[in-house]
């Protein structure tokens, strides 16, 4: 069946270093990729999706790459701050466009300043 | 626009206790999801409404979990009797037709049982 894994957390980081999340799928067909974002005290809210092979998702300096041949969609961001401390999830929407999202377990990142 | 509404907030039952969560989506979104997050796990999707018809309840405990939408707005998620492991946070969400890949989620319900 489909799935996602994502690096196990926490990620700890300095205000401004780089930031990667990875995450790998498993699906068949050609499912949609997307990263949510859980701030402290709040609700899921999408940070970015990508829909087919090659697309590039980005939002609030985030991005994610949709890639096909390593089944991945690994989150990057060029310079942290101290409010992107969240729990980020990686999911894949399931076959036939229901909207059924499949989520990784999470990974939480703190940037201390 | 307002988000999606949910309630309570958080509550605390004894086991075999029966608990009931609201959740009101979007005005006008026609599909409302349902999602169970066990603490250090990803979100678990436990049933789907399109309008007041169920689009997909495969993961649903159907022996003690039941939901509905009866009018085709909001919806009522109702675990009886609850179990240690219902322990979770319980996540609506909804979206429009248009855009069913794009999801907007409430603030949970967080149930711990005793």
């Known amino acids: 069946g489909n799935s996602v894994t994502q690096m196990e957390g926490p990620v700890t980081l300095s205000e401004e270093a780089f930031l990667t999340i990875n995450c790998t799928y498993t699906a068949t067909g050609y499912p949609s990729l997307f990263w949510y974002v859980q701030y402290p005290g709040e609700g899921l809210q999408l940070l970015l999706k990508?829909?087919?092979?090659?697309d590039k998702g980005s939002n609030k300096g985030f991005e994610a790459t949709y890639r096909k041949e390593t089944t991945s969609f690994h989150l990057e961001k060029g310079s942290v701050q101290v409010s992107d401390s969240a729990v980020y999830f990686c999911?894949?929407?399931?076959?036939?466009?229901?909207?059924?999202?499949?989520f990784g377990q999470g990974t939480t990142l703190q940037v201390k300043p | 626009e307002a988000g999606v509404a949910q309630s309570p907030r958080y509550k605390i039952i004894e086991k075999r206790q029966s608990v009931a969560f609201w959740c009101n989506p979007i005005s006008g979104h026609a599909t409302l999801y349902w999602y169970q997050q066990i603490l250090g796990q990803g979100p678990k999707l436990l049933i789907q409404f399109q309008n007041n018809g169920v689009v997909d309840d495969s993961q649903l405990p159907k022996d003690r979990f039941s939901a509905e939408r009866l009018k085709g707005v909001d919806s009522t998620l109702k675990i009886q009797p609850a179990k240690l492991e219902d322990s979770a946070v319980y996540l609506c969400?909804?979206?429009?037709?248009?855009?069913?890949?794009?999801?907007?989620f409430g603030p949970g319900t967080r149930l711990t049982v005793l």
């Open positions: 990508a829909t087919k092979a090659d």
């Open positions: 969400a909804s979206s429009s037709l248009s855009s069913t890949d794009t999801q907007y």
């Open positions: 999911a894949l929407s399931g076959s036939g466009n229901t909207g059924k999202l499949i």
